[in-house]
């Protein structure tokens, strides 16, 4: 065995591994996943009958929303699809009303903007077959199919409100929890029309 290649190598991979580690530490606050999501999700600092302070809540829920935030519509998508133990459900049933206010506003209202703007200036026919289209892929959706029946059976004229161009008023009407289950349809809505 011929150990002046093997020390050199070993000292070599040692530095590469070491810069890999470093890189990945660096831009650990740049990345996020479903997987990150939820796991901050349940680190939340009142979990376990803790007492946080308020700033501590706040830079929580911050930081929360920067990483939910980073996400694309699909991983939102696959994040609430796979979500079986209800985790994501019982953080929101644990904010206070301005902390679920602020999340409606940071995580939902401010991704589906571009959507509530661009609605209005589609035809009747156009919004008609996106609500189809997103209705169906919806149901295919064991997640949010749930989120689809809440909200059909809280106002059964809902899709015909939206045909009519209403998404902005209908959201701004809304309750909060009628909010949290518009959002998969807004999300998926703007996926569509991100791809026409």
Do not use: C
Not at 137 to 161: I, V
């Amino acid at each position: 065995m011929r150990y002046d290649i093997l020390i050199p190598a070993a000292i070599a991979l040692t530095a590469i591994w070491g810069g890999v580690a470093m890189v990945m530490r660096a831009t650990d606050d740049d990345i996020s996943s479903p997987e990150k999501v939820v796991a901050l999700v349940g680190e939340r600092p009142w979990r376990d009958g803790r007492k946080p302070s308020e700033a501590e809540r706040t830079a929580y829920l911050d930081r929360l929303a920067r990483f939910y935030t980073m996400l694309d519509m699909e991983q939102r998508r696959a994040m609430r699809d796979d979500d079986s133990s209800g985790e994501m459900a019982a953080f929101i049933a644990e904010l206070h009303d301005d902390e679920r206010k602020h999340y409606l506003s940071v995580m939902i209202e401010a991704q589906v903007q571009p959507l509530m703007k661009a609605w209005k200036l589609l035809s009747k026919e156009e919004r008609q077959r996106l609500l189809g289209g997103t209705r169906a892929a919806m149901k295919r959706s064991a997640g949010s199919a749930s989120a689809l029946q809440d909200l059909t059976e809280a106002d059964s004229k809902l899709f015909e409100k939206l045909v009519e161009g209403n998404i902005e008023d209908y959201y701004k009407n809304s309750n909060d929890l009628q909010k949290l289950n518009l959002a998969p349809m807004l999300e998926e809505l703007q996926s569509r029309m991100n791809r026409r």
